[in-house]
């Protein structure tokens, strides 16, 4: 060891890692964590998927408000043996961060699943998953505005991808005709890139499981007043296997599985590093759609998405954001 390092090692010991220490460790946690982080916004971003699927086939059975309220429960069901213990034990520091999880639980929970249950009325999957992969744009902007620095790959990546898919929403032109189901997918775009970009400030201590729980909690309350309304109203649905069966999967799968697993690629490698993988969607949603409902894919849909399928690949091996 040289005089300079033993020098700057005893220096270390004595008052800390240095700045330049510091952000090697960093650099060396942020590439350790980008790739078990990718993996986990593709398993969300894969599952998710089915789930407009499910929407689109249940726009005809189940009232959009009940179908999201009963998918919350179910998903409550579902997180409640792994949460509920330990959320009873944090009792004090939920209580404390109570704001930030009703406003998370609005955004997420409440408002973005009501809003796709809605679109699937008067849109296909394909567009809702399409519309959907805008919301990477704006979880790009709101880490941009936190100060991060999103690196010139995934910035060039972003746009390759996000050209894809306005293509793809246009059919192979910039002509574009929205069904007011497409416009419920913008709102429901910009509700889910506000609740993603809001997770990097969760309160230190707010274990996953926690934050699932009680934030599935909260937002089938807010929904109970909009369920009771659309019961009075609308009456309720038959339960058989083709209005049962789909709930099950996006109150288990789609809840509280890809939940846990986007919150978690979020924590390792922020909103924008996550909403790369996030534009897979449409595509995911194109061939689920064509094979359990039948819509079409065309010659320029294909191009589309290999556009789609290079941004990512481009984002994903740019450096992670700091």
């Given at each position: 060891?040289?005089?300079?390092?033993?020098?700057?090692?005893?220096?270390?010991?004595?008052?800390?890692?240095?700045?330049?220490?510091?952000?090697?460790?960093?650099?060396?946690?942020?590439?350790?964590?980008?790739?078990?982080?990718?993996?986990?916004?593709?398993?969300?971003?894969?599952?998710?998927?089915?789930?407009?699927?499910?929407?689109?086939?249940?726009?005809?059975?189940?009232?959009?408000?009940?179908?999201?309220?009963?998918?919350?429960?179910?998903?409550?069901?579902?997180?409640?043996p792994f949460a509920a213990r330990q959320t009873w034990r944090q009792r004090a520091l939920v209580r404390r961060h109570l704001g930030f999880l009703t406003v998370a639980a609005l955004l997420g929970v409440t408002v973005y699943n009501t809003l796709v249950n809605q679109a699937g009325l008067t849109t296909s999957a394909a567009n809702m998953g399409m519309i959907m992969?805008?919301?990477?744009?704006?979880?790009?902007?709101?880490?941009?505005?936190?100060?991060?620095?999103?690196?010139?790959?995934?910035?060039?990546?972003?746009?390759?991808?996000?050209?894809?898919?306005?293509?793809?929403?246009?059919?192979?032109?910039?002509?574009?005709?929205?069904?007011?189901?497409?416009?419920?997918?913008?709102?429901?775009?910009?509700?889910?890139?506000?609740?993603?970009?809001?997770?990097?400030?969760?309160?230190?201590?707010?274990?996953?499981?926690?934050?699932?729980?009680?934030?599935?909690?909260?937002?089938?309350?807010?929904?109970?007043?909009?369920?009771?309304?659309?019961?009075?109203?609308?009456?309720?649905?038959?339960?058989?296997?083709?209005?049962?069966?789909?709930?099950?999967?996006?109150?288990?799968?789609?809840?509280?599985?890809?939940?846990?697993?986007?919150?978690?690629?979020?924590?390792?490698?922020?909103?924008?590093?996550?909403?790369?993988?996030?534009?897979?969607?449409?595509?995911?949603?194109?061939?689920?759609?064509?094979?359990?409902?039948?819509?079409?894919?065309?010659?320029?849909?294909?191009?589309?998405?290999?556009?789609?399928?290079?941004?990512?690949?481009?984002?994903?091996?740019?450096?992670?954001?700091?």
């Open positions: 060891m040289t005089p300079e390092v033993r020098t700057r090692a005893e220096a270390e010991n004595r008052e800390g890692p240095s700045a330049e220490g510091r952000r090697e460790r960093a650099g060396r946690w942020a590439r350790g964590a980008m790739g078990p982080g990718l993996l986990l916004a593709a398993v969300a971003t894969v599952v998710w998927s089915g789930s407009f699927v499910t929407s689109r086939a249940l726009h005809d059975s189940v009232p959009p408000v009940q179908a999201a309220f009963w998918r919350w429960v179910v998903a409550i069901a579902a997180v409640a992969a805008a919301s990477p744009v704006l979880m790009a902007l709101y880490e941009r505005l936190s100060g991060a620095r999103l690196g010139a790959r995934r910035i060039i990546g972003t746009v390759v991808a996000c050209c894809g898919v306005l293509l793809l929403v246009g059919d192979g032109s910039l002509s574009f005709s929205f069904a007011p189901g497409d416009l419920w997918m913008f709102a429901a775009a910009l509700s889910f890139a506000t609740y993603s970009a809001l997770l990097r400030r969760r309160p230190d201590g707010l274990g996953g499981p926690v934050l699932l729980f009680t934030t599935f909690v909260l937002g089938a309350l807010m929904l109970l007043p909009a369920q009771l309304v659309s019961l009075t109203v609308q009456g309720g649905f038959e339960p058989s296997a083709g209005t049962v069966g789909p709930l099950v999967y996006v109150g288990v799968f789609s809840s509280a599985v890809a939940f846990f697993a986007w919150n978690r690629a979020i924590a390792l490698i922020g909103a924008a590093g996550a909403g790369v993988v996030y534009y897979l969607q449409p595509v995911c949603v194109a061939l689920l759609s064509y094979a359990l409902l039948g819509e079409r894919t065309g010659s320029a849909q294909v191009v589309c998405m290999a556009l789609i399928l290079g941004g990512v690949a481009l984002a994903a091996a740019g450096r992670p954001a700091r």
